[in-house]
T-cell receptor, first 115, second 113 residues
Framework: GDSVTQMEGPVTLSEEAFLTINCTYT??????LFWYVQYPGEGLQLLLK?????DKGSNKGFEATYRKETTSFHLEKGSVQVSDSAVYFC??????????????FGKGTKLSVIP | EAQVTQNPRYLITVTGKKLTVTCSQN?????MSWYRQDPGLGLRQIYY???????DKGDVPEGYKVSRKEKRNFPLILESPSPNQTSLYFC????????????FGPGTRLTVT
């Protein structure tokens, strides 16, 4: 079945440090890929997405590129802020068929940014 | 404001006492889902609905029921809750399949003693 593997945290960075959270996936065909963020006590919010190979999703300074050859969708940010402290989830969704009705999530990576 | 709402946000109950968690969306979305979030396991889908009167099992449906009688509502029913259903539950809706994002509610933290 489909699966998503992301680096396990927690990850602790100093403010203005570079962030990379690795995400790789296993899926049939060409899924859509997503990064969701969960701030403390809140639900999940879409951070960015990419729906086909070589697409780059970007939002709020975060970026991720859909790499089909390496089945990866790594999340990066050049300079993190304290307000970026949250749990980040990588997810995929098939474009058709039964799997297109659900998101398959990684286990989440908790990021803490210290001043 | 476009949103997914869930009620209650927090619930403590006892084993075997039937409960319902409500979910409502105001975006006219066809697709709705329920997920549970557990430490170290991420989010797993419980049930989903493709449209009114159309539901199907997700990855972890045991012990849960759902119904979709109206497009905007998708309640989650626990007929006889057990302690292993203690979890954080999220409802989500989406305008379409595949590349469409899912919009999540704020979550319901359920404790079954």
């Amino acid at each position: 079945g489909d699966s998503v593997t992301q680096m396990e945290g927690p990850v602790t960075l100093s403010e203005e440090a570079f962030l990379t959270i690795n995400c790789t996936y296993t899926a049939t065909g060409y899924p859509s890929l997503f990064w969701y963020v969960q701030y403390p006590g809140e639900g999940l919010q879409l951070l960015l997405k990419a729906t086909k190979a070589d697409d780059k999703g970007s939002n709020k300074g975060f970026e991720a590129t859909y790499r089909k050859e390496t089945t990866s969708f790594h999340l990066e940010k050049g300079s993190v802020q304290v307000s970026d402290s949250a749990v980040y989830f990588c997810a995929l969704r098939r474009t058709a068929g039964a799997g297109s009705y659900q998101l398959t999530f990684g286990k989440g990576t908790k990021l803490s940014v210290i001043p | 404001e476009a949103q997914v709402t869930q009620n209650p946000r927090y619930l403590i109950t006892v084993t075997g006492k039937k409960l319902t968690v409500t979910c409502s969306q105001n975006m006219n979305h066809e697709y709705m889902s329920w997920y549970r979030q557990d430490p170290g396991l991420g989010l797993r889908q419980i049930y989903y609905s493709m449209n009114v009167e159309a539901t199907d099992k997700g990855d972890v449906p045991e012990g849960y029921k759902v119904s979709r009688k109206e497009k905007r509502n998708f309640p989650l029913i626990l007929e006889s809750p057990s302690p292993n259903q203690t979890s954080l539950y999220f409802c989500a809706s989406s305008p379409g399949q595949g590349g469409y994002e899912q919009y999540f509610g704020p979550g319901t933290r359920l404790t079954v003693t």
